[in-house]
Nanobody, 128 residues
């Protein structure tokens, strides 16, 4: 059983910063590609960023490049999303997700159905 628990969301003014954390337990965390997704009301859940097990490769959606940074600390079983220069359009529920052990390692999975485990989500609201 894998559990992912996000923290760090909240209300922030436009231009501000927030760091999200996702603590993982229950499997060999260090071998999993991890991702951060977001979902705004009425919209589909979309990938924000993902990172391979070693942290050596990352992917960002175009709208967050240069503003968001994904990182991981395998010793702490934690993945982070540092968000800077936040915009109102970044407002969403942010979800942490992990790829299961049967999928290949070292791959930057980008589709929600590639991920097998999900956190409960944390709300980030950016006010203008």
């Amino acid at each position: 059983q894998v559990q992912l628990v996000e923290s760090g969301g909240g209300l922030v003014q436009a231009g501000g910063s927030v760091r999200l954390s996702c603590a993982a337990s229950g499997q060999t965390f260090g071998s999993s590609t991890m991702g951060w997704f977001r979902q705004a009301p009425g919209n589909e859940r979309t990938l924000v960023a993902c990172i391979t097990w070693s942290g050596g490769s990352t992917y960002y959606r175009d709208s967050v490049k240069g503003r968001f940074t994904i990182s991981r600390d395998n010793a702490k079983n934690t993945v982070y999303l540092q968000m800077k220069s936040l915009k109102p359009e970044d407002t969403a529920v942010y979800y942490c997700a992990a790829v299961g052990p049967l999928r290949g390692t070292g791959i930057l999975y980008q589709r929600p159905y590639d991920y097998d485990y999900w956190g409960q989500g944390t709300q980030v609201t950016v006010s203008s």
